[in-house]
């Protein structure tokens, strides 16, 4: 059973980079180069990106197991204008995949929604991570849309929106 738990401290952020950088030069590298990768880690998941994103109100959590060891990270963007929760980051390390973590920081991210009355979450995924698309799936998230988008440097992101409705 996960524990999950705010991260918004320098330590906590720390903790993030590295299993963001360990993460996704273990999942990605099938996926997409290693350069994209590089890029996107530095621009989205450096402790100056996170910190800009969790100053513009994006939450970041820290999934743990033994009440206080991480072995992945979760982080939501709360839109409730428009009455939408998007998953930015869910991530687990590769050791402790298929434990169902997944799967405990996704009730976690619904019990969220129901506490701020938001009906729906979506999320990007890859069209090429095809073991995320297929958990998403399991978990009740339906592909509404396909979309590239311009990152810079000229990598884009080719990906599936998915979305799930939630019940109150």
């Not at 991260?7 to 952020?13: P, V």
């Not at 197991?65 to 990270?73: E, F, L, N, S």
């Amino acid at each position: 059973m996960a524990s999950i738990t705010p991260a918004d401290s320098a330590a906590e952020i720390a903790i993030i980079t590295r299993l963001a950088e360990r993460i996704w030069n273990e999942h990605y590298s099938t996926i997409i180069s290693q350069q994209q990768i590089d890029y996107m880690l530095e621009r989205f998941q450096s402790a100056a990106a996170i910190q800009q994103q969790i100053d513009a109100d994006t939450r970041y959590f820290l999934i743990n197991i033994d009440a206080a060891r991480p072995v992945g990270y979760l982080s939501l963007v709360p839109d409730s204008t428009h009455g939408r929760l998007q998953i930015s980051k869910i991530y687990v390390d590769a050791a402790h995949r298929g434990r169902g973590f997944g799967k405990q920081a996704l009730d976690f991210t619904e019990k969220q929604c129901r506490s701020m009355h938001i009906i729906n979450m979506w999320l990007t995924v890859n069209k090429n991570n095809h073991i995320a698309i297929k958990a998403y799936q399991r978990w009740g998230f339906h592909t509404t849309e396909s979309i590239v988008t311009d990152i810079g440097q000229g990598f884009v992101m080719d990906d599936f929106i998915m979305e799930k409705s939630v019940d109150a």
